[in-house]
Structure formats: C-alpha cells, structure tokens
C-alpha cells in the first residue's frame, strides 16, 4: 500500500498528515476525558476512587513503618 503513488502522494499533504495525527489523538483524549469524568461523578457523589484508595493503602503502609519503628525505638530504651 505505502508503495503506491497515491498513497505517497497523500502522505505528503500536511492536511491529511495533521488529520491524521488528530484521528492517533482521539484514543487517548477520549480515554482522558472519561477518567476526568469519572473523578467527577466520583467526588459528586462521594465515591472513593480507585486513585484515592491506593493514596490510602499507602499511607497506612507508611504509617504502620512509623509506628513499628516507633515501638522498635521504645523497646530499645526501656531495655537500657
């Protein structure tokens, strides 16, 4: 196909090339658009994210390190 005259003719019209470039666009802003929707309706109606879950698990993971180094640090200076 890329072989074809037409082709290559069309391929070096900066229209088609910008149509193009536009049309390998639209997946993502689509995909984009929809996630920002999603936060949204999310936050509207008071819904945990699945973004918003992962920020909590972790900071409970960083919070159960403080507390284990924190009774670790109690442990060593009731034993002195």
């Known amino acids: 196909m890329m072989g074809d005259p037409r082709v290559a003719k069309l391929m070096q019209n900066p229209q ?9 666009q639209v997946p ?10 999603s936060r949204h309706l999310a936050s509207a109606l008071r ?16 919070l159960e390190r403080e507390v284990d180094k924190l009774q670790q640090q109690l442990a060593s200076s009731q034993q002195r």
């Not at 993502?28 to 929707?37: I, L, P, R, S, Y």
């Open 28 to 37: 993502g802003k689509v995909g984009a658009f929809t996630n920002e929707q």
């Open 16 to 24: 088609v090339m910008k149509l193009l470039g536009a049309a390998f």
């Open 47 to 62: 819904l945990a994210t699945a973004q918003d879950l992962k920020d909590l698990q972790r900071a409970v993971k960083r």
